[in-house]
């Protein structure tokens, strides 16, 4: 691995980091925290989704201090599963550690190396090459697809703006954002033509490749779609919340209004928020 001299934040960053193991180790030492003993990598597993989205809700609000919270928590989940994977001499965090800072160094040899990578673009592509060649290095030399590296447990927006990226790389892309707002069209349309003729699963199949180029067109404009659609149901929750608000103070509430009446107290919400 390169050899690199710590800055004194590195250093700092170093010596803390090794006191949090510690710290980790002795919550789950006997004597220590007996909830934290009898946690397994099944039973923490959702918490670690759940701080990994923390992270991007804190990214979304621009609240650094939250950002820096919510890092220390995903990190916390990092150091735990370590921790269990020590307990049972499967894995250490060194490991983890050492793995990942390898795998940087060799997947930048326009840094560490003598290659050279003017753009992003070139380096993207020189990272899905490194990664076959390390596949092939470890005998994965059969049909191996680029896109096996893309989680089929990760949500379906992530997935498609993750697979959309991928074949981005090697030229299987759209020109720009008005041919996907073509494509976009399209699919409305056959979205349309299958609701018409009272196929259900026809109209399935074209919403999700609707959904799908959706999430084409957010990345080519530059958008993370999750993120977008994260802002969309904030907005949605805040405007209803308006409308409930508006209708307990009248004694009632959305059940027991019209849809009339709930879209107009919406528009009134719509309205303030541009005011």
């Known amino acids: ?45 959702p918490m670690t989704i759940e701080e990994a989205y923390e992270v991007l809700e804190a990214i979304d609000d621009g609240d650094d201090a939250h950002l820096a919270g919510e890092l220390g928590d995903l990190l916390l989940q990092v150091v735990f599963h370590a921790q269990i994977a020590t307990e049972e001499s ?20 326009h840094v560490f190396g003598d290659q050279s990578a003017a753009t992003p673009g ?7 090459a490194l ?13 191996v697809s680029m896109l096996d590296s893309v989680s089929t447990r990760i949500p379906a927006v992530m ?3 993750q697979i959309a990226t991928k074949v981005s790389r090697v030229g299987f892309d759209w020109p720009d954002a ?13 979205v349309k033509a299958a609701v018409a003729a009272g196929d259900a699963r026809a109209a399935a199949d074209e919403v999700g490749d609707l959904l799908f180029a959706v999430v084409s067109l957010a990345r080519l404009l530059g958008e993370d779609p999750e993120s977008a659609l994260k802002a969309a149901n904030r907005k949605f929750r805040r ?15 959305p059940a027991d209004s ?18």
């Open 131 to 143: 990664k076959r060649a390390e596949q092939q290095a470890r005998g994965e030399d059969g049909p």
């Open 1 to 45: 691995m390169a050899e690199l001299t710590p800055s004194p934040a590195a250093a700092e960053a170093g010596a803390l980091f090794a006191r949090f193991v510690e710290l980790i180790a002795r919550l789950r030492a006997p004597g220590g925290c007996p909830w934290d003993r009898e946690q397994t990598h099944e039973s923490v597993k």
């Open 90 to 109: 499967r894995f250490t965090v060194a490991d983890v550690v050492r793995a990942v800072a390898e795998k940087m160094v060799r997947r930048h040899p």
């Open 258 to 275: 019209t849809l009339d009446e709930m879209e107009s107290l919406w528009t009134d919400a719509k309205r303030r928020e541009t005011e």
């Open 239 to 253: 405007r209803f919340r308006y409308v409930e608000d508006r209708l307990r103070e009248q004694g009632r509430t």
């Open 178 to 190: 008005a041919a996907v707002l073509d494509k976009v069209d399209e699919e409305v349309r056959e």
């Open 122 to 128: 070139e380096v993207l592509r020189n990272w899905e």
């Open 159 to 161: 997935e498609a703006f």
